[in-house]
T-cell receptor, first 112, second 114 residues
């Protein structure tokens, strides 16, 4: 699976959009981009995933660049409860093992 | 029901003890996972069960012994652990099969080995 690079930490004001970048310059054509987050003292939580088109669900939007070498997770109106570590993960489409390989992630702090 | 439950929440054990961690899901998922997470580090995969068969063992020491008695339950048996095994142990489940599916995680068991 391709490696990812994320900033170690970011701050965001409550009510503003949080834009979390992820670099995956070695991604191959059969790899998806997944985002999970882990709120302190809880298990990781799935957020969203995509292959090459932009995706949106009730939690977030995922913007993947045309060359697929980077992506941005957008939380449109961040709240204090969005303070967490956000993990960007790249996985093979047919991942028979189901392996999730977590990188170091970005620690997002949403401030009042 | 999209919940994965884990018991106990906290466990303190000595190096000569034998204990077990339990994980349960009722989502009909056929893949289940154990992860280990040290403080300030990301989760690391330990084991994967697919359709109740062990499919991945990430070179985990034999003092950790997984068991999947049925499609809803996953156990992790612990014996002769070391203090460095103290960590948060996370269970997860997913629909399984060769395609990608999101994993649902439990809240974890915080293990302290004394």
């Amino acid at each position: 699976d391709a490696k990812t690079t994320q900033p170690t930490s970011m701050d965001c004001a409550e009510g503003r959009a949080a834009n979390l970048p992820c670099n995956h310059s070695t991604i191959s054509g059969n790899e998806y981009v997944y985002w999970y987050r882990q709120i302190h003292s809880q298990g990781p939580q799935y957020i969203i995933h995509g292959l090459k088109n932009n995706e949106t669900n009730e939690m977030a939007s995922l913007i993947i660049t045309e060359d697929r070498k980077s992506s941005t997770l957008i939380l449109p109106h961040a709240t204090l409860r969005d303070t967490a570590v956000y993990y960007c993960i790249v996985r093979l489409i047919y991942n028979q093992g189901g392996k999730l390989i977590f990188g170091q992630g970005t620690e997002l702090s949403v401030k009042p | 029901d999209t919940e994965v439950t884990q018991t106990p929440k906290h466990l303190v054990m000595g190096m000569t003890n034998k204990k077990s961690l339990k994980c349960e899901q009722h989502m009909g998922h056929r893949a289940m996972y154990w992860y280990k997470q040290k403080a300030k580090k990301p989760p690391e995969l330990m084991f994967v069960y697919s359709y109740e068969k062990l499919s991945i063992n990430e070179s985990v020491p034999s003092r950790f012994s997984p068991e999947c008695p049925n499609s809803s339950l996953l156990n992790l048996h612990l014996h002769a652990l070391q203090p460095e095994d103290s960590a948060l142990y996370l269970c997860a489940s997913s629909r399984g099969g060769p395609m990608l599916h999101e994993q649902y995680f439990g809240p974890g068991t915080r293990l302290t080995v004394t």
